[in-house]
């Protein structure tokens, strides 16, 4: 069994601690990296938080045991599940009394991010994971998908700054969070091209064959694994859901490129692992392949879940960033119109906001078409490949068959 108790203790205190990123000071005035800084902060505390949990125990047992399945307990998972959720509902009462029913959306989605960490972690889908490559990677999406999604959909710098106990702010985080070492870090994770690079990356450096079978034997690997799977999920997802429009965040067209970069990435991943003909991930049979799933079924199957749930988790991400971006625009109107200057000025004589929505409805719709555009080509393509390989080994029969009736012929005479 692999704790993390020791770094859910040092976690604790981190989160703290970039939290006083985010927190305004009386007399500054904003800059794009140090806002950056700022709100990245608290983020960056759940993650380290979080991330503190993101490796369980991983047994080997060779057959599954009966039913009902044993639920894997970590405590260093609970204890930092549950102290994100603490501090998270903290900030949340001493903030109520400026918030209204709008708000109730963030909070489900806060909570239900953890859920999925917790799925994923301290339930027995973390145990069918160690024996089966398909559960594994199911796995793999709750925590570098759908999780970090959720919580960066919740925005949860302004509770989080305000779960925090002001000692721990005045104390701990002022001096560390005054570096400008600390601020410059945050400024170089956030762009895009940074952030998707090792959120892709990631996703490629663990599914290599010799890396993935040395994660799952080998506890320490595994542990390094997750972490670096949540971690880079947080980061993709925060800079994709950043609430602040440029300057201070990376522009639409990019946070869409993101989105879209990441779609893609999983297409040619979980082709190539669905229809490979030999198999590639021999750890799960050292470990037993558990209820009889042969192994060319289970990598077939975990192909799939990376190829199309994956690929349909980031559509559905697009989908939110459009919405996201329209919000933004009309609250920027609606700026502009009571005399307020914006950071980006809008060409006047570009089309008005209804335009501008129906461009962006468009825009929905063609992305929403690409990755199904792309799917089905490729599943052409491999009934076509699967087409050629029957009738060349339907030629080889028939070449066989001829070669021994000749021979027969040949006997006889």
């Not at 199309?308 to 700026?335: K, Y």
Request: glycine share 8%; aromatic share 10%.
């Amino acid at each position: 069994m692999v704790h993390g108790f020791e770094l859910c203790g040092f976690a604790g205190y981190l989160p703290m601690a970039l939290a006083w990123l985010a927190a305004p000071r009386q007399g500054s005035t904003m800059n794009p990296t140090r806002s950056m800084a700022r709100i990245a902060a608290p983020i960056g505390g759940v993650s380290m938080l979080l991330i503190s949990s993101a490796a369980l125990a991983h047994g080997d047992s060779a057959s599954p045991p009966a039913w009902p399945l044993p639920w894997p307990f970590s405590l260093d998972a609970v204890v930092a599940i549950a102290l994100a959720a603490f501090v998270y509902q903290r900030g949340i009462k001493s903030l109520r009394f400026k918030r209204d029913g709008s708000h109730r959306g963030r909070e489900v989605a806060f909570y239900a991010g953890l859920a999925c960490i917790g799925l994923a972690l301290i339930t027995p889908l973390d145990v069918i994971a160690e024996h089966l490559f398909a559960v594994h990677q199911v796995q793999h999406l709750l925590l570098r998908g759908l999780a970090p999604m959720l919580l960066m959909l919740a925005v949860p710098s302004g509770p989080l700054i305000a779960g925090l106990p002001t000692s721990l702010r005045r104390s701990v985080l002022v001096p560390l969070m005054s570096s400008r070492t600390v601020r410059a870090a945050f400024a170089l994770l956030a762009r895009p091209l940074v952030s998707t690079a090792l959120y892709i990356g990631a996703l490629y450096f663990w599914q290599i064959p010799e890396v993935h079978n040395q994660a799952l034997l080998l506890s320490g690997w595994h542990y390094l694994m997750h972490v670096t799977m949540l971690a880079s999920g947080l980061l993709f997802f925060w800079t994709v859901f950043d609430p602040r429009p440029a300057p201070w965040g990376a522009t639409f067209p990019a946070r869409l490129g993101m989105a879209s970069a990441a779609i893609f990435a999983n297409i040619p991943l979980g082709a190539l692992i669905t229809f490979k003909g030999t198999v590639t991930y021999a750890a799960y049979d050292k470990l037993g392949r558990w209820w009889g799933v042969t192994p060319l079924e289970d990598e077939l199957l975990g192909g799939l879940v990376i190829w199309i749930l994956a690929s349909m988790m980031g559509l559905v991400a697009a989908l939110l960033l459009v919405r996201l971006w329209g919000r933004t625009e009309e609250q920027q109107d609606q700026r502009r119109v009571r005399g307020f200057q914006t950071p980006v000025k809008r060409d006047m004589s570009a089309p008005g906001p209804g335009h501008a929505a129906q461009a962006r409805r468009r825009l929905g719709w063609g992305l929403a078409l690409v990755p199904a555009v792309a799917f089905i080509a490729v599943l052409v393509l491999a009934i076509w490949l699967n087409w050629q390989t029957k009738g060349d080994s339907l030629k080889q029969v028939r070449v066989k068959g001829a070669t021994s009736t000749s021979f027969d012929k040949t006997n006889k005479s």
